[in-house]
């Protein structure tokens, strides 16, 4: 794998997008990043906030939205249209010459509509393991071009459907790990993984494979930050060279390869 070049996947949620400043100064220091970058972007409270405007009553159900026609139609205006193009924009006046997609330009990414259970998700997209095109994406990037990724995707049979942000990162870094040296990161609003949940200054440097199950086991890690460091570690195991889990203020820190929690095999 030597031979390949580098490649940056950071995906950032709402509480970045929600918050026009923080935004601004997380795009500016995207774009100072050197070699090829990909970024990957949830949604915010911008969809919420229109569809309750539109009269629909935003449905979500252990924390996942449920996405209905009609507010499958918002989620695609505001993702992969506003919040999208908004990035974009920014990004150009950093002088980051980006372009905005949707799993459906370019057939970027495909997804199958979830299958109904016990709950109807809707028009939620689930990703399979051949759902990323690495031939369409990398001509985007050898083009000197950086992808923004919204979360919406297709199924190649017309159908647009809302698929998890994280999900769709993950995806990416897996499906062009054959292609670059890809290192995913994940931008939330802790410095990094907790060694106490209760003191923002005990972030875990780096955490390795094996030692993932003891700290379950300790309890270290729990809760929400199991199935984000289980998704991380499949990554590691699929030929991601590593994943960084970190503060989105922090950025500017991850060429130095200190930016929050560093998972490796």
């Given amino acids: ?20 400043a923080r935004l601004d100064a997380f795009l500016e220091k995207f774009a100072a990043l050197p070699g090829k970058k990909i970024l990957v972007h949830g949604g915010g409270k911008i969809a919420t906030r229109l569809a309750a405007d539109l009269g629909l009553e935003a449905q979500v159900v252990d924390g996942r939205r449920i996405t209905d026609a009609e ?13 999208n193009k908004s990035i974009v924009a920014y990004l150009q006046k950093y002088s980051c010459d980006a372009v905005g997609l949707s799993g459906a330009d370019g057939n970027a990414i495909k997804a199958v509509k ?8 809707g028009f939620a997209g689930d990703i399979l393991a051949d759902s990323v095109n690495e031939h369409a994406i990398k001509r985007f990037l050898e083009s000197g071009f950086t992808p923004v990724f919204s979360a919406i995707t297709h199924n ?3 159908q647009l459907l809302n698929t998890n942000a994280d999900t769709i990162a993950s995806a990416l870094a897996v499906g062009l790990a054959s292609s670059y040296n890809v290192s995913l990161l994940y931008c939330f609003e802790k410095d990094g993984v907790l060694r106490d949940v209760n003191d923002d200054s005990s972030v875990i440097e780096v955490i390795r494979s094996g030692e993932f199950e003891s700290l379950k086991a300790n309890q270290v890690v729990h809760a929400g930050m199991i199935p984000k460091l289980q998704n991380a570690f499949d990554a590691i195991a699929k030929g991601v060279v590593d994943v960084f889990i970190g503060n989105a203020d922090n950025l500017h820190h991850y060429q130095q390869q200190k930016f929050g929690t560093r998972l490796s095999a």
Avoid at 3 to 19: E, M
Avoid at 71 to 83: E, F, N, P, W
Avoid at 114 to 121: K, L
């Fill in 1 to 20: 794998m030597s031979n390949h070049s580098d490649l940056s996947i950071i995906k950032i949620g709402g509480n970045i997008i929600d918050d026009p």
């Fill in 71 to 83: 507010m499958l139609k918002v989620v695609t205006m505001v993702y992969a249209g506003l919040t």
């Fill in 114 to 121: 979830r299958p109904v259970g016990e709950i109807d998700y």
């Fill in 156 to 158: 190649g049979l017309g």
